[in-house]
Nanobody, 127 residues
């Protein structure tokens, strides 16, 4: 079984920064991509960012482009999300996800390629 564990969430003010981390544990697996999604109260879960390991291509939602950066860690199946210039509308539970299936890059904007999900970490941005 695979577990993804997120950390780094918290309560910050608008304009501040946070760095989320996600690490996998459990059985050994090979991921082709890892991503971040978020879900605000009363809203559907939405894509935030993803990174395709083989190409090192990164993908971002328009709402976070230029403010958030996804990167991979040195340890296998580890990913980070650096969030700068945070806004109140970034408030949500952030989920890490990993895909064991190879897709072309654009697929990773959706949730279906991801077979493993973390429990989420709360990010709250006050105005």
């Amino acid at each position: 079984q695979v577990q993804l564990v997120e950390s780094g969430g918290g309560l910050v003010q608008a304009g501040d920064s946070l760095r989320l981390s996600c690490a996998a544990s459990g059985r050994t697996f090979t991921s082709y991509a890892m991503g971040w999604f978020r879900q605000a109260p009363g809203k559907e879960r939405e894509f935030v960012a993803a990174m395709h390991w083989s190409s090192s291509n990164t993908y971002y939602a328009d709402s976070v482009k230029g403010r958030f950066t996804i990167s991979r860690g040195n340890a296998k199946n580890t990913v980070y999300l650096q969030m700068n210039s945070l806004k109140p509308e970034d408030t949500a539970v952030y989920y890490c996800a990993a895909s064991e299936t190879y897709y072309t890059g654009s697929a990773y904007y959706s949730s279906y390629p991801y077979s493993h999900w973390g429990q989420g970490t709360q990010v709250t941005v006050s105005s």
